[in-house]
Structure formats: C-alpha cells, structure tokens
C-alpha cells in the first residue's frame, strides 16, 4: 500500500478535482432547471449543489472501490469526511437554513430574533430526528449520539423510506404506461369536438368582456358626472347613484360569470392537450420504439410480480440474501450451462463495475427528475427558496440511503469498506424495511392506476 506524500498528493488532486466538477454540475442544474423562472438566490443554489457534490462523490468512491483507484488509506478517510460533512449538512445546516429563511419572510423580526428562533427550531429538529430511529434496530451495539453510525442509522431510515415509496410508484408507472394495451385511442373526431367547445367558449368568454369593459366605462363616465363640477341638480345625482347601485351587482355578477368562463376555458385547454399527448402515444407506439418500450413493459410486469412476491417472502421470513446478485446470477447460469473453466470472481467485477455505474446514473437522473417536477408543481416566487432547501436535504437523505441499499449489490470484497466505516449499522434491517414500505407503495399505486385508466375509458 503505497502512502507516499505524492500519493497522497495525487490521491487529494482526483477528489479535488471531481469535486469541483460535481460542485458546476450541481451549480448548473440548479440554475438551469429547478429556478429558470425566478431569480435564483445564493443560499439555496450554495446547498443544494453542496449535498449534490457530496452525494455524487459517495457514488464515485463505490467506482473507486471496484476499480482500485486510490490508495486503501485515502479511500478510508475519503469515506469518513464525506459521511461526516453530508450528516452535517443534513441534520444541521439544512435545518437552520430552511429555518432562517422561512422567519425572513417575517419583516418584523429582527435578525437576532431570527437567529435565536432558528437555533432553536433546529435543536427541536435535532432531537426528534434522533429520536426517530429509537423504535428501529437499525444499530448492532449502542452507539454516542455525535458518532457517524448513528446519524446515518436515522438519515437511512428517512432515505429508505423515501426510496421505497419511489420505487413502489415508479414500478408500476413505467411498465402500464408503457404497455399498448393501457393506451387510449384517441379518435380524430373527439379532438375535433372538444376544438369546437374552445372555439364556442372563446366567443361567449370575448362577448362577456366585452359586456364587462362597456359596463366599467359607464360606470366611470356615471360617477364623473355626478361630481360637483360636472352638476348641480341633487334630485339628478341621487338618481343616477340609485342606478348605478342597480348596475353595480349586475357587474358583479358578469365578473363571476367571466371568472367561470375563463376556468371552464382552462379545463378544455388541459382536456384538448391530454388528447393530443394520447394520440401522440398511440402513434409512437406503433413505430419500433414503441413496439420496444411495449415489450419492456410487459417484462417489467413481469419483474414487478416477482418483486412483490419476493419481498413478501422476505418479510414473513424474515429473509435476507448473503450473496449480491451479480455473482450469484453467474453461478446459477454457470452451473445451468456447465462452465466451470470461467472465473466467476473475475467477471464479477467488471459487471459489477457496468451495472454499479448503470445504478448509479439511474438513480441520479431519476431523483433529479422527480425534484425538478415536484418543484414545476409546487414552487412560487415564494416559497421557491423553501422548496428549494428542502428538495436539497430530502435528495442528500435519498442518496446516503442509496448507499446503504447498494452495499448488498456488490461483491463481498467491494462490500467491506462501507462495512469497516459503518461497523455498527445493521444493513440488514434497510432491506427489510424497504421490503416493508415498496409492497403497500406499488400496491397503492396500482389501484390509483386502474381507477384513474376506468375513468379515461
């Protein structure tokens, strides 16, 4: 084991580096999607690709374990600081930060007042979050209350549970919408209907305003006469004030009117462009990539059965597995074909290296994916800055438990580091429980899915 300074050095400059590259990407992802339609402001963008930057870098060291990139002793290390700073940033920085903007919001607070109600808010955090964990055996030994276990053991609860409620939805999303047979086919003729409801809609819509607009410029042009420079006639003056007090719930009644036009307006708009995106599906289906993305669908139908069967094995049995799928895929097919001339140790790390590498990317984009829509739906010039904070700390708690999850994927011997840095963590518990949360979230799922394709037929 080489632990040389230039090692070291060289060892040093490779994490630098690729953190700084995970930083930009962060930095750029945050700006160029999650705020393009607000001003971005500092705080949030600084955190956000912080937990993207150390999240990113617990993925890469998993590669750096399997390809032996880095001395044994840098990697160790590399582990501990970057489980130590994500904990950090997680379970104290976020909390404040989110706290501290949520009572900027409030003018009248001074920024002392501030400072203390957050302090305090955070610690009140503190100590429910680690009370979280005491129901779950989710540690071997007791472990200190400042330790890295035990911050983990409850950040891995959150994140696991997170994660299965995900995997549950997506499991069953992607294969029925996928499937031809869950399309609705969409004819020419009800498009052409619902264009001539927009059509007739626009018209009365444009008629009402235009009611409206004439019946403020006489109500206007009314109370300009009945000033004192434009009249002196009292008896006048009150009549008018009597007919425009006739006309004033007239108006308001064509303002609600214009309301309702303009929301019906809104409902035929979303049906017409539900339409024409299910049209669009029934014809890419009947090209080569639909007719692909049919068949995966119908083998992650497939899959998602066997999943559900398992894990309920799992639960009643209280079953975990011992040997990561990889290998234990090679020595079913070897043992079925009757190759033993092959190394299945050595072919299991380069596939352990594509498939890692396939999970990992997956896993990003998908997360990334869901923030940046849960975000379109829910943000504001308002609470933008809030969400934003709490999408960075959620996507931190997923990744961290991504990790504990992952660590069953891999080879025994790639295994062992997460395990010597965590020695106190029952990883076996995370499978269980995510066992316990996937099989009621795709179930869940699955009947919010046929109701909603019985209503669209």
Known sequence: MDTSLPSLAADVAVLAITFVIYFALGYYYFLRFLFRDYDPPYLPAVLFSTAFTLSCTLFELIIFEI?????????????????????TLLLVI???????????????????INLVLSSICTGVFLLLFFRLGDPFPVLQKQAGVLSIAMGISRVGIVGVTLMAI?????????????MTYFMRVVEPSEIRRVE??????????????????????????????????????SSHSYLRKFLTGGSQSERERLEEDVRNQEQFNR?????????????FRDSESKKLKGRFFNLLGVFFIGYLIYKLFMSSINIIFDRVARTDPITRGFEIAFDW??????????????????????????????????????FIEYSSAVTSSLLAIFMGQIMGMYFV??????????????????????????????????????IPSALVSLFLFFVVFGKRQ
């Not at 390809?67 to 130590?84: I, Y």
């Not at 995900?166 to 996928?178: D, I, Q, R, T, Y």
């Open 166 to 178: 995900l995997s549950g939805v997506g499991a069953v999303e992607f294969p029925l919408n996928s």
């Open 67 to 87: 390809v032996g990139l880095l001395t044994t002793t840098t990697r160790f290390w590399a582990w501990k600081s970057c489980l130590f700073l994500i904990l």
């Open 94 to 112: 976020y909390p404040f930060a989110l706290t501290m903007t949520f009572f900027s919001s409030y003018r009248n607070l001074s920024w002392p």
């Open 401 to 438: 438990a991504s990790i504990l999850l992952m660590r069953m994927n891999l080879p025994l011997e790639y295994r062992a580091i997460i395990t010597q840095v965590l020695p106190d963590i029952r990883f076996d518990f995370y499978h269980r429980w995510f066992d316990f949360i996937f």
């Open 337 to 374: 074909f009757g190759i033993d001339w092959l190394d299945v140790q050595f072919w299991s790390q380069y596939i352990s290296f594509f498939l890692v590498g396939i999970m990992l990317v997956a896993s990003v984009r998908g997360f990334l994916k869901r923030i940046m829509e849960v």
């Open 267 to 279: 409902e035929l708009f979303s049906q017409l462009n539900h339409l024409r995106y299910d049209q």
């Open 196 to 233: 001539k409801l927009i059509l007739n809609s626009c018209e009365q819509l444009l008629l009402k305003k235009k009611r409206l607009l004439l019946m403020i410029q006489k109500a206007k042009k009314a109370a300009l006469e009945g000033s004192p420079d434009h009249g002196r006639d």
